[in-house]
């Protein structure tokens, strides 16, 4: 980027600041209406909520702020980094989104959205795709050599399904192809993914690993959803609860991040279950 375009960048900070929601609002509105396809990989819910396009609106200002020296930022990125490859997010992705997010400056912002901002924006954004691209090469990379890793959606079957206590039940996934699963790293996740009926669509969610490694299988442990809690990730659980049974196939990706959600107080990290899996479930 040169110091001209840097210098654009800045000066979009107090826009981002005001309207930065807006923005990312309107953008995703606009990936989804192009690129209905997409809303397979997204979670739907975390756009109903708006926690997405928040998170977005407040890494492209985070971004902005620190166009001078990106580095700074590296730490965030790495932890949406093994988001995206929890999620199979590929370099192509990378080129449709950059295309939606340039566009909707241009509507967002009008008359003010010069050709200079734009292209200031497109060699921004350029910078920020090669930089996440790069990350999760390597992360990818090493998830294919570790014994037992795979990249993408590799197919589990649920060889077992065990009520821990009321509301709480764990599963047991195999891989369908027999072979052996890599060893996570504690507090690690898995991203689980079920066509959902009332959407007709593939949907995932992140389950923390709930057993011990030992390459063979992953446990996880699902809550009931509180109430009558209408989210998505309440209708994903429910999912799992009431409609999936053992035998049944479930897509899943491989281990990585680490768990952003603590055990609630007062729960063991790993009781003696026969399952082996403790009564944690990731938000």
Known sequence: MTTDQKQLIKATIPV????????????????????????????????QNGHQPTALAMTVLAYAENIDDPSVLLSALNRIASRHTSLDIRPEHYDLIGRHLIASIGEVLGAAASPAL??????????????????????????????????????????????ESSGVTSFRLYPADGGPVADPGPGQYLSIRLFM????????????????????????TVK??????????????RQLLDVIQEGDRLDVSLSGG??????????????????????????
């Not at 390597?138 to 993408?152: D, E, M, R």
């Not at 009558?228 to 994903?236: A, P």
């Not at 680490?258 to 938000?283: D, E, F, I, K, N």
């Open 118 to 163: 734009l292209d200031a924006w497109t060699a921004a954004y350029g910078q920020l795709a090669s930089l996440m691209i790069r990350i999760e090469a390597k992360l990818y990379a090493t998830q294919v050599t570790k014994p037992g890793g795979w990249t993408g959606w590799r197919p589990f079957l649920v060889n077992a399904k065990q009520n």
């Open 16 to 47: 981002l600041k005001e309207s930065g929601l807006l923005l990312t609002t309107h953008f995703y509105q606009r990936v989804f209406a192009h690129n209905p396809e997409l809303k397979n990989t997204f979670n739907m819910g975390n756009q």
């Open 224 to 237: 009931q959803a509180a109430g009558k809690d209408s989210s998505l990730n309440g209708q994903i659980n």
């Open 258 to 283: 680490a768990c952003p959600m603590a055990a609630p107080a007062g729960v063991p990290t790993r009781p003696a279950y026969p399952s082996g899996c403790p009564m944690h479930q990731m938000a």
């Open 197 to 220: 009926p009332t959407l007709n669509l593939l949907q995932s969610r992140q389950f923390t690993i709930s057993n011990a490694p030992n390459g063979q299988y992953y446990c996880i």
